[in-house]
């Protein structure tokens, strides 16, 4: 028998700062900061992420270009090599992006490419929770309970038979 399913996923949308919870906007002008840091000479798109640990520590990433384009390295991927190299133990609970051009915040909000979706995977696989991702633009936000969402069937350790504790 051929059976056809669905995925959806539910999100919220905000059009106006003001709406937003404090931590959330917080953690947005974090990520907007991380990514008046970046190296994008190429792309001249800027993009910083910022992530809230449970401790409420913030830790921002920016994405680093190389002259040789596979060297370099989105903003999720940066900010979470930097949580996780220097707060193993704290695990992070949001996860902002944020993009700026040269002179003013995107307008749009960057969407997580398809590598930093798997790794943001791993990284709620290995800590067992769901992190709250926050896509930011200029007039628009969006908050997504977790990566499931943006990488449905996903592949992951379940997949896998190693017994890792
Ligand atoms: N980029 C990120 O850092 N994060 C995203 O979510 C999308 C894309 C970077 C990669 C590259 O340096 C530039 O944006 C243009 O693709």
Redesign the pocket.
């Known amino acids: 028998m051929i059976r056809t399913n669905n995925i959806s996923f539910s999100y919220a949308e905000y059009e106006k700062t003001e709406e937003l919870d404090s931590d959330d906007l917080e953690l947005i002008i974090a990520a907007r900061g991380g990514a008046l840091n ?1 190296y ?1 000479p ?2 001249k ?1 800027k ?1 910083g ?1 910022a992530i809230r640990l449970a401790s409420g520590i913030i830790v921002r990433g920016a ?1 680093i ?1 190389n002259a040789a384009f596979p060297s ?1 390295i ?3 991927r ?1 900010a979470l090599s930097n949580s996780i190299s220097n707060h193993p133990h704290d695990k992070p609970i949001a996860l902002a ?1 944020a ?1 700026m051009t040269e002179d003013d915040i995107a307008d749009d909000f ?4 398809g590598n ?1 979706r798997q790794v943001i995977a791993e990284e709620e696989s290995r800590i067992g929770n769901k992190i709250k991702i926050i896509l930011s633009g200029k007039n628009k936000t969006l908050i997504i309970d977790g990566i499931s969402s943006l990488l449905p069937l996903q592949f992951n350790r379940k997949n896998l038979k190693f017994n890792i504790p």
């Open positions: 970046a994008a190429y792309s798109f993009v992420a994405n270009e370099g989105c903003a999720e940066s992006i993009a960057p969407s997580p490419c930093c």
